[in-house]
C-alpha cells in the first residue's frame, strides 16, 4: 500500500516551470536568508559533525581516482608522442601551433567522450535531471547508493580534473588566465568529490552536462586556427569552421553556462533543496562553490565578449583563441614588421635586391 502511494504521488508531480533571473535572485535570496537565520548552531564543530556523518567514500573509490588520474596524465603523453605531434609534422603546421596543437586535439578527445556519456544519461535513459532540475534531490537520503552508470561519469571526470591540475601547470602552455584555470580545476574537483561523498550526484552529472559542451567547441574552433596555415598554404575550410566554432562557442556559452546552468542548477540547488531536505548538509558550503563557478564563467565571458568587439572593431582580423590573445605580442609582432618594412626600403634604395628575406647585391 505505501509503494502504490508512493507511485501515486510521484506520478501526481508536476514540472516547475523554469524560473527567470528575477525569481532566481529573489527567491534565492530569500531562501538563503531564511537558511542562515534558522542555522544558529553552525558553525566548526557542526561542519565537522555533519562531515563524518553524511561524507560516504571509501578506500577503494579515492583509490580508482588517483590511479585514473595517473592513467589520463599517461595517455596523454602517449597520444602526444605517437599521434599528435608526428600528425603536426606531417600537416607541416607553423612552429607555434606544432607546439599547441597536442594540447588541444588531446582536450577535444576527452570533452566529446565525457559530454557523449553526460548526454547518453540525460537524455537516453530514464533520468529526468534536465528536464525536471528539482527531482535531482527525490528520495535523496545520507549515504543512499549511487547508481553505477553515474559513478562511472563521476570516476572519469573527478580523474581527469585532478590529473587537469598537473597538466595546467607542467603541461599545458601558460597564458595569462592560467592561474585561473588551476582555480577552477581545484574548485571542479571540489565539486565532483563532496557531491559525490555527499551523494549530489545527480546535480552534479547536470553540471558536468552545461560546461563540457563549451570546451569541446572551444578546442574544435582552435585545432582549425592551427590548420589554417599548413605547409605555407592557406585553407578556407579551415578558415570557414573556425568562425563557426567561434560563433558556436560564444552562443553556447551563454545559453548553457550563463542561462541553464544558474537557472536550472543555483535555483535547484539554492531553493529545491531545501523543498525537499529541509535539513540539507552542507547547504551553504555546496552553493558557495557552485555560485564561485558562476563567477568564473562571467569572467571569461569578458573574454568572449572582448574577442568580439576586437573582431568587430577591426583590431583582430582572424579568429583565434582569445585566452593567448596579448596586447604586447600584437605591438611586438606590428613593430617588427614595420623594422622589416624599413629595411626592405634600405636595402631598395641602397641599390641591393632582397629574395626570399635575404639581402644580395644587385648583379647587372
Given at each position: 500500500m505505501d509503494a502504490h502511494n508512493e507511485n501515486d504521488s510521484f506520478n501526481a508531480r508536476v514540472v516547475e516551470p523554469m524560473p527567470g533571473y528575477i525569481e532566481l535572485i529573489t527567491r534565492g535570496y530569500a531562501v538563503m536568508a531564511s537558511a542562515l537565520k534558522d542555522c544558529s548552531a553552525c558553525g566548526l564543530e557542526l561542519s565537522k559533525s555533519t562531515l563524518l556523518d553524511n561524507a560516504y567514500i571509501t578506500w577503494v573509490e579515492i583509490g580508482l581516482f588517483f590511479v585514473c588520474a595517473v592513467m589520463w596524465t599517461v595517455m596523454r603523453r602517449g597520444l602526444t608522442a605517437c599521434l599528435f605531434k608526428p600528425l603536426a609534422r606531417w600537416f607541416c603546421l607553423l612552429p607555434k601551433d606544432t607546439a599547441k596543437m597536442p594540447e588541444s586535439a588531446w582536450k577535444l578527445l576527452f570533452y566529446t567522450m565525457?559530454?557523449?556519456?553526460?548526454?547518453?544519461?540525460?537524455?537516453?535513459?530514464?533520468?529526468?535531471?534536465?528536464?525536471?532540475?528539482?527531482?535531482?534531490f527525490y528520495g535523496w537520503k545520507s549515504g543512499m547508493s549511487v547508481p553505477t552508470d553515474i559513478a562511472i561519469a563521476y570516476l572519469i571526470q573527478g580523474s581527469f580534473y585532478g590529473h587537469s591540475i598537473y597538466a595546467t601547470i607542467y603541461m599545458d602552455a601558460w597564458r595569462k588566465d592560467s592561474s585561473v584555470m588551476v582555480v577552477h580545476h581545484i574548485i571542479t574537483l571540489a565539486l565532483i568529490t563532496f557531491s559525490y561523498a555527499f551523494r549530489y550526484h545527480n546535480i552534479g552529472l547536470l553540471v558536468l552536462f552545461l560546461h563540457d559542451i563549451n570546451d569541446i567547441l572551444l578546442e574544435f574552433t582552435k585545432l582549425n586556427v592551427y590548420f589554417k596555415t599548413r605547409g605555407g598554404v592557406y585553407h578556407m575550410l579551415n578558415d570557414v569552421l573556425s568562425n563557426l566554432g567561434s560563433v558556436s562557442f560564444s552562443i553556447t556559452w551563454f545559453w548553457f553556462r550563463l542561462y541553464w546552468f544558474p537557472l536550472k542548477v543555483l535555483y535547484a540547488s539554492c531553493v529545491s533543496s531545501l523543498e525537499s531536505v529541509p535539513k540539507i548538509p552542507f547547504y551553504f558550503f555546496f552553493n558557495f562553490l557552485l555560485f564561485a563557478l558562476l563567477l568564473?564563467?562571467?569572467?571569461?565571458?569578458?573574454?568572449?565578449?572582448?574577442?568580439?568587439?576586437?573582431?568587430?572593431?577591426?583590431?583582430?582580423?582572424?579568429?583565434?583563441?582569445?585566452?593567448?590573445?596579448?596586447?604586447?605580442?600584437?605591438?611586438?609582432?606590428?613593430?617588427?614588421?614595420?623594422e622589416d618594412d624599413a629595411e626592405h626600403q634600405n636595402a631598395v634604395n641602397e641599390g641591393k635586391h632582397v629574395q626570399n628575406g635575404v639581402t644580395k647585391e644587385k648583379h647587372l
Open positions: 565525457s559530454w557523449s556519456y553526460s548526454t547518453y544519461l540525460l537524455f537516453f535513459t530514464h533520468y529526468s535531471f534536465f528536464y525536471d532540475p528539482p527531482s535531482v568564473m564563467n562571467i569572467y571569461w565571458f569578458l573574454y568572449i565578449v572582448l574577442f568580439v568587439v576586437k573582431v568587430l572593431t577591426g583590431q583582430m582580423r582572424e579568429v583565434n583563441d582569445v585566452r593567448e590573445y596579448d596586447e604586447e605580442e600584437v605591438k611586438a609582432e606590428r613593430q617588427k614588421l614595420q
